[in-house]
């Protein structure tokens, strides 16, 4: 039996993707709200910047993993217009019923799909932009995600890895006190849930650092890797390229 971490917990490694789809289960209807208050709105910046980053052109291809409630695949569609295509996708179904609807409702209609990112179902060399945000530390093989996303994008394609990661020496006491003590509670406040919100903190700790993730990615298809630390490195943005 493989074994492998479930926020501090060492679980088997095929009751890990049954107990995620368990917490997003869970807070998929009130996952908007929480991302607000937890991050007091600045999930909304860190976005942004991501769409910045992509610097996306009219009739592009994107992929947008653990696409979730819909916030980059709407932004990225807007950048390429109707003669592109922003594909968004989502190992949970529920969570990607409430985005596929949140989507609909503002009058974005996009290719909507519920897929595993280490076993995507899209052809060599298709896509000019690769995007998860806040998905890829709850993958089980984090290495075997990276190298489908390296496949399928085109040659000097563009992954873009939006995720917590590892916060600045002084700050991380108050981020800890926060974290393991406030999260939790706002949780079982706001979604009734403090478990899955407890195992976000704890699965925060798990993921790999900034150094780290761009050591994983160069190891796994992409030549050149940079990041850019937001919030004093509560959040960073992995750009690799597909060389």
Request: hydrophobic fraction near 40%; aromatic fraction near 8%; glycine fraction near 10%.
């Amino acid at each position: 039996m493989s074994t492998t971490h479930f926020g501090f917990q060492s679980v088997d490694e095929k009751e890990k993707a049954r107990r995620v789809r368990g917490v997003f289960d869970s807070v998929a209807s009130k996952y908007d709200l929480m991302n607000d208050l937890m991050s007091g709105g600045l999930h909304r910046a860190w976005k942004a910047y991501t769409v910045m980053v992509a610097n996306l052109r009219e009739g592009q291809r994107v992929l947008d993993i653990a696409g979730g409630t819909g916030d980059l695949s709407k932004a990225f569609a807007k950048k390429v217009g109707p003669s592109g295509t922003v594909v968004h996708t989502d190992i949970n179904e529920a969570m990607l019923r409430v985005g596929r609807d949140r989507l609909i409702d503002e009058g974005a209609v996009l290719p909507t799909l519920v897929c595993d990112a280490e076993h995507l179902p899209f052809p060599d060399n298709h896509f000019d932009v690769v995007s998860v945000a806040f998905g890829l530390r709850n993958m089980t093989h984090k290495d075997v995600a990276i190298a489908e996303m390296c496949r399928v994008l085109k040659p000097r394609g563009r992954l873009l890895v939006l995720e917590f990661s590892q916060v600045a020496k002084p700050l991380r006491k108050p981020y800890d006190w926060y974290s393991f003590k406030v999260l939790p509670r706002l949780g079982k406040l706001v979604a009734g849930d403090d478990t899955s919100y407890r195992y976000l903190a704890e699965s925060i700790r798990m993921h790999p650092g900034q150094e780290e993730l761009k050591a994983l990615m160069q190891k796994n298809g992409f030549g050149h890797v940079d990041y850019h630390n937001m919030t004093g490195g509560i959040v960073a943005l992995h750009v690799g390229i597909k060389c």
